[in-house]
């Protein structure tokens, strides 16, 4: 999943992981008078509909609007939550069965067709939904997919997908359903934690397959909170506690989602007490931080890589060379200890240290600094003059992209840098599905579920869902599938390392970093965690008095 902030994803990552923070949404007088509700600080989403939100801030208000057929332990293993239990005899054909008694906030009972209805929605390729890649294991995936309309007259119409549901979906009774893949996937009990599975009640379809006017800003979900009044778009999202919740019930009574464009607005407002948790301190925030905040400022293990992606569609970067060059020309180390204090990694690879199969250094020396070499292949192939990064403005990425240009500039001579800001995250999300030409794009990514394959598939496969680059290799995907249906954990790691090394050969994207969360909470809360997924613990948090 792609992260919007700097550092789920992004979030990203988006989700990609892909991570997003001027001016501040304000709360209501009504907020600050509920002492046991907490303001939390997030980007805008760019989507709340959950087979379309693919970034942390979207994520993280889902979460307290929906409950998910299974969660992770501390050891990422799959624990049913919704669910009363996940089966499969031979990892193709899997048997889902709900706890019963759940109802969505709006009173209507959970069912099997609410997640039939919201996946077969989310797989349809006409409703042009972000997460959809994760359908196409489902058998029938193919079938609701248009063909490419294209021919030797341009672009044409895109014809009707052949279906629009799933046939390897069916309902077994009112609280039980079927899921066939069209390959085993022992991992897939996992990937259903991932918040693109979340349900929909019938609520949300004004016909069969089509989301009703204004429900995206209103969204009714089965979790613990529900929203109070609207999204108020760059402003804030209010949620409040669901009387009665069948699961576990958070210690809150709710959450106002306060939207910010600028991460130092957020960090000021944490400081006098007007946001209670900044899941991400800015970089100029810290080294001041520690006085500021004292043992309110924390960290915890984070998912997060951070990587800028080349537009290979381009013709500046279509030779290997070229962007091996790149990469070489930067300093990793230097940028982590100058720019983050040391609160982020170096990245070596690309796959994060905190799923199975992360290998140090196996990038070798396309991650390695070295200037001589990057200029000595940059005048070899005719490296472009100049270098664009584009990055989003709400996410405070400034100091480190423009370090980073200062380090291309001093290691290739000639060759001008410059970053490029969009205010939002989700404007340069937009910018890059539309393949208009930004240069290389800043993005960061956070594990939607802790399997290696989450690293390698959405991001770099055929057509993934957060492939904004136009990447395709396909011996790449063909490791990367069979991975996916071997029979043992171990088997599907060798296949997926073997995808990774390929990666190391292309260098579709520059590796930068691997991050930690960073993160600060006011004096009026406590009990606070934000996890491997950027997310704060809903269900833990307390107000302090």
Not at 121 to 129: D, I, L, R, S, T
Not at 390 to 407: P, R
Not at 452 to 477: I, Q, V
Request: hydrophobic share 35%; proline share 6%; aromatic share 10%.
């Amino acid at each position: 999943m792609f992260g919007n902030r700097p550092w789920k994803v992004a979030v990203g990552a988006t989700a990609i992981a892909l991570l997003a923070a001027g001016c501040s949404g304000g709360g209501s007088d009504e907020d600050d008078a509920n002492t046991n509700s907490v303001v939390i600080g997030i980007g805008e989403p760019q989507h709340l509909i959950p087979t379309n939100a693919t970034e942390t801030s979207g994520a993280q208000v889902l979460a307290a609007l929906f409950y998910p057929l299974v969660d992770f332990d501390d050891q990422n293993k799959p624990v049913e939550v919704a669910a009363e239990s996940i089966t499969s005899d031979d990892n193709k054909a899997w048997t889902v069965k709900l706890k019963p008694g759940f109802t969505f906030s709006n009173g209507e009972a959970v069912t099997a067709d609410s997640y039939i209805n919201a996946w077969n929605y989310g797989a349809y390729g006409p409703n042009g939904q972000g997460a959809s890649y994760f359908f196409e294991r489902i058998e029938g995936y193919a079938d609701l997919q248009s063909e490419d309309p294209d021919g030797e007259d341009g672009p044409q119409k895109a014809p009707e997908p052949k279906a629009k549901t799933l046939t390897g979906l069916k309902k077994v009774d009112d609280t039980t359903f079927t899921v066939a893949l069209t390959a085993p996937f022992a991992g897939w009990e996992s990937v259903m934690g991932y918040s693109a599975f979340y349900p929909l009640p019938a609520a949300a379809f004004s016909a069969p397959g089509v989301i009703a006017d204004g429900f995206e800003d209103t969204i009714i979900g089965n979790g613990p909170f529900k929203i109070k009044g609207s999204w108020q778009h760059d402003s804030q999202i209010e949620v409040e506690k669901v009387d009665g919740f069948k699961g576990t019930v958070p210690k809150i009574d709710g959450i106002n989602f306060k939207i910010y464009q600028d991460q130092k607005a957020e960090y000021a407002d944490l400081t006098a007490g007007n946001v209670d948790v900044q899941t991400t301190i800015p970089i100029e925030s810290l080294a001041a931080a520690p006085g500021d905040l004292g043992d309110r400022f924390q960290k915890s293990p984070s998912s997060s890589f951070q990587f800028v992606g080349f537009p290979t569609f381009q013709e500046e970067f279509k030779n290997v060379e070229i962007r091996k060059a790149l990469s070489m020309a930067i300093n990793r180390q230097e940028m982590t200890d100058q720019i983050f204090l040391g609160s982020q990694e170096p990245a070596t690879g690309f796959v994060s240290p905190a799923v199975a199969g992360y290998r140090a250094d196996i990038c070798g020396e396309n991650c390695t600094y070295n200037a001589a070499k990057a200029k000595e292949l940059w005048d070899a192939n005719n490296g472009p003059k100049k270098i664009q990064i584009t990055y989003n403005a709400d996410g405070g990425h400034k100091a480190w992209v423009d370090a980073m240009c200062n380090q291309v500039k001093q290691s290739l001579p000639g060759v001008d840098c410059v970053g490029t800001p969009e205010p939002k995250f989700a404007d340069l999300l937009t910018k890059v599905e539309k393949k208009e030409p930004v240069g290389l794009i800043r993005l960061g990514w956070v594990m939607d579920y802790p399997l290696m394959e989450n690293y390698l598939g959405p991001l770099y496969s055929t057509g993934g869902s957060s492939n904004y680059y136009g990447y395709s290799n396909k011996a790449f995907d063909a490791l990367v599938a069979e991975g996916s249906a071997a029979d043992t954990t171990d088997a599907a790691i060798a296949k997926w390392q073997a995808a990774e090394d390929i990666l190391v050969k292309d260098m579709p994207v520059i590796p930068l970093r691997f991050g930690q969360n960073v993160y600060g909470f006011s004096e009026k809360v406590k009990n606070v965690k934000v996890d491997t997924q950027t997310r704060v613990d809903i269900y833990n948090i307390e107000t302090a008095s």
